[in-house]
């Protein structure tokens, strides 16, 4: 059962991650801003773990744009996704420059051989620390209106979509890397508002991955999202029809604590739903968990989970050379650098 992404420490595939990344519960990894030195340094780590490790590998990182950029140095500067509503006028517009931009990351990631980035952000609302110019916006039509489009790109560049946090993160004040937020309103307001981004994407068939948001809904269910059969299985898969895969959000951050240890975490985060489990930057955890995790699943469930993860490689090959000497590659980076410089100048 593949259902593990974990991390590398540095620059360099070492002997003790070839041996975890072979591992039968390990289905992939993220990368993070610690193993990029430069371009040529990553597509050598990218292809020696493709060569070293002896199975398809699911190679992911968070490169949303803004201030989740994991890669920056020889890559298109990302505009922040609230930088679309609030510096362009014209909604047509934003749309359209949403939509190069989702088509920008993903063309630049797969030309790496990086099959997914964990994106978009479909939270609604700003005043969230973990989230702020990560939402496209607080109003419904216009944040999946841009998010809409933002995915039609990624699609188009070979990358499937992963709509993150569900049910929705914007209304917590709390980061939930740091601390497990609650968030007090009824569950009305939750499907009249937050709710509806992933909703309508799911209705458009857009969203080939979910990923929860590791909040508690008192309201709701007394489990954080990440934990909750309620919201996996009977508000996602059940009530909203979603049939794509769930990942949990890093089970390394403190808002998972909730859930216990590692291995707790990991099981409870299993039982109530999630298809894959992301955790990160916690070497100890990631053994305990493959020493440990106890799950059994019927035959349908398994085969069910593995197409779902087979859902999430990359559907096309482009080189990085092919992409410098393409006119629209060229033009987008112009133009969403100067946008992201243009944001970062206001917010300032």
Known sequence: ????????????LEKEEIELLEHPLVAGLILFTR?????????????????????????????????VQRFRDGFTQLPAMQAFSALINDPIEQQRMAFE????????????????SFAPVLDLGHQCKAIGDRSFGC??????????NF?????????????????????????????????????????????????????????QAIMPA???????????????????QDILRSQLNFNGAIFSDDLGMKGAGFMGDFVARSEQALNAGCD??????ERDGVIQVLDN??????????????????SLFKRKNLTWTELERAPRWLENRQKLTALQQQWLATKN
Not at 293 to 310: A, G, I, N, T, Y
């Open 101 to 116: 931009a989702g088509w920008q990351m993903a063309a630049e990631m797969t030309a790496l051989d990086i099959d997914l």
């Open 151 to 207: 995915i039609r790109g990624m699609h188009q560049a070979g990358m499937a979509a992963t709509g993150k946090h569900f049910p929705g993160h914007g209304h917590v004040i709390a980061d939930s890397h740091l601390e497990t937020p609650y968030d007090e309103r009824s569950q009305e307001d939750i499907f009249n508002q937050d709710i509806q981004p992933f909703q309508q994407l799911i209705e458009q068939n857009l969203l």
């Open 139 to 148: 109003e419904i039509k216009s944040a999946v209106d841009l998010a809409s």
């Open 1 to 12: 059962m593949s259902t593990l992404l974990i991390d590398l420490a540095g620059y360099e």
């Open 35 to 67: 193993n990029f030195h430069d371009r040529a340094q990553l597509q050598a780590l990218i292809q020696s773990v493709r060569q070293k490790v002896k199975k398809p590998l699911l190679i992911t990182v968070d490169q949303e744009g803004g201030r």
């Open 293 to 310: 995790l106890k799950f059994s699943e019927k035959q349908s469930c398994f085969l069910l989970r593995q197409q779902r993860l087979q």
């Open 276 to 281: 894959l489990l992301l955790l990160c930057n």
């Open 214 to 232: 590791h909040v508690i809904y008192s309201q709701c269910d007394n489990q954080p999202a990440s934990g909750s059969k309620f919201w996996l």
